[in-house]
């Protein structure tokens, strides 16, 4: 029984860590990455995709290359669902190796479970995440980090660079991220540290040589370039942030000052660490990609150590919950204040209500001179207001999840409500708290009954943990599968129109290169040709891609898949070539034409058998050949 009470919290935490962010599939960045590995399958095919053309990120990882032997001898779907999981519960682990160096004693526990509970995002529009619930190579990498950073204030010093090294091996960017934390750590025990700064000078001849991607340090991004890049992938400029997601940063960056005052010295030393190289970050992606627009800095996207930042920040929320207490005579305001600024100004962006820090921060700093002349009554009074301002932001997030649950047909296979209800953090925190109460004042026999609770509770995780939509699992089951029993060349390229955005059809399903998707230009900022063929492409595209999203509209307002279709002359516009701009080879709609369909697939639940969908597939030279051609310059 004791073995039982024992392992409570650990399996309580494991199946929070499972639960709170379930697996959806192959798609955000996973998508890019199994691009990747079939790029390695069948390089004849993939090098003519766009997502390759001018080159690639995937040749600073080694990444790829692990993920293709393992769909050499795997299908992907499980592949990527139970690399996923490694990543996830991986990234964990090394958590806790990190907070056990970082954190007193008493603050494990609880800085695991701020982890756990509290939002990963970071960055412009909550797009960027540590610990991803999907395949990358990031959640690896950030993972090394993590354990290279436990090893560095252990003074394991060596090693420590081992595990930096592997990192970057991985995910360069995230692990410069971290490396950058690491030298501000280690110069503020011994400036002789600053020396190695020098390492810019081989850099800089290297550069001045041409040899890339140093080259990139030395040339600047050209207008149309970087408007491209702005209209795609704005989000790694810091002048394209709006407020709120400089509230999350100023959130991060108030709470880390509080722990450089902590008590204990690795953890205060630590946030003094992060902070230096948060500012170095932000100000050299301010100075050398906002400003100067200078292609390698762009590239490298220095602003990603708020990652760390965040990490650390999330981590030590209870530590200066319960440091304010003691610091403050168990002034209930200034806790309160505290947990405000964690829950509205850390948690996700464009749902909850991160401004109110910019009123909360200054009231906790200047809270220690006003308590002495504010009555008792008042301090209830502000109590309560603080107590509402959590309501309205719970109400808020809550009202909105209810509202984006609906628009999905309060579908649980769509959308798994119960984790967005459930996983919100001050409804998270109040779970664990009571699961907190209740382990502490447990007994023997008690004790026993909530580890065998909480064994069933990470088995019940574990099963619900594939929130994969039908179609998804029917999109990643049908690799090798010939769909649309037509022969389609392996050196063609396919468009595939889905009111979903994702290249997942011609690559996964096709094994294909695909025409053109916004998912593909992911990486332009590291290549040029990348936004310049992807912006003719697009155009190549438009008039088919917009009256597709017209007529989605019309046959979901008519419950009719067949009420619309695409004109011909925009079929004909987009299958004729123009200068050196090719057109797609064959192209895939969810629309049913008149004429010239070569394959037809319907799609089917994997459980029920309910059909899911219609999608046609045509080939462009029917298209030319039945109708007058568009001269040059269309």
Known sequence: MLTLRRIAPWCFAVALIIYLRPYTGIRHDAALYLAQALRILDPDIFNKDLFFLAGSQADFTIFPRF??????????????????????????????????????????????????????????????????????????????????????????????????????????????????????????????????????????GLAVLGIAPFSGLLLSI???????????????????????????????????????????????????????????????????????????????????????????????????????????????????????????????????LPWAVLGLIPLHIA??????????????????????????????????????????GSDLERVRQDVVVLGYPLVAALIVLGAYFMYRRSGAKTGALLGVLSLFMVLGAAWSWDARSPWSRTLEASRGVDVFKWDIPRDASVYWYSSEVSPLGPWLVLNRANYFSVVQMAGQMFNRGTSIAGIERQLQLNPVSTQAEVCDFMNAMNDDPAACWIGEEGLRYMCTPYRDVPQPDYFVLPFKQKSNIIGHWQPKHPDTGVVLGDFYLYRCKDWVEAGIQFPAGH
């Open 67 to 204: 993920l293709a032997s393992l769909l050499r001898q795997f299908d992907p779907g499980s592949t990527f669902l139970v690399l996923a999981m490694a990543g996830r519960l991986l990234f964990f682990l090394a958590s806790v190796l990190a907070i056990r160096a970082i954190f007193p004693r008493s603050a494990w526990w609880p800085a695991l479970f701020a982890l756990i509970i509290m939002p990963t995002q970071y960055g412009s529009a909550s797009i960027f995440a540590y610990a991803e619930p999907f395949l990358t190579s990031r959640p690896f990498a950030e993972a090394l980090c993590l354990a290279a950073i436990a090893l560095l204030v252990s003074d394991r010093l060596k090693l420590a660079l081992v595990f930096f090294a592997i990192a970057g091996l991985l995910h360069p960017l995230q692990s410069l991220a971290a490396a950058m934390v690491a030298w501000c750590w280690l110069v503020s025990s011994d400036r002789r540290w600053l020396w190695a700064l020098a390492s810019i000078a081989p850099v800089v």
């Open 367 to 408: 809270w220690p001179h006003l308590r002495p002349k504010v009555s008792r009554p008042m301090r209830l009074f502000m109590l309560i207001g603080l107590a509402l301002a959590l309501l309205a932001a719970t109400f808020r997030y809550q009202l909105r999840a209810w509202i984006v649950y609906s628009a999905y």
């Open 222 to 352: 050209d207008f149309d370039w970087w408007e491209l890049i702005t209209t795609f992938s704005g989000q790694i400029y810091l002048n394209t942030w709006d407020a709120r997601d400089w509230c999350i940063v100023i959130t991060d960056v108030y709470l880390l000052y509080l722990l450089t005052r902590a008590e204990h010295e690795r953890l205060a030393r630590l946030a003094t660490a992060a902070l230096a190289a948060l500012a170095v970050g932000l100000t050299a992606t301010a100075l050398l990609a906002d400003l100067m627009q200078l292609v390698l800095p762009t590239g490298l996207q220095t602003w990603r150590v708020l990652w760390v930042a965040h990490w650390l920040a999330m981590a030590g929320i209870p530590y200066l919950v319960w440091q304010e207490w003691q610091r403050h005579d168990r002034d209930l305001v200034t806790v309160a204040l505290l947990v405000c600024i964690a829950v509205t100004g850390a948690s996700i962006a464009r749902t909850t």
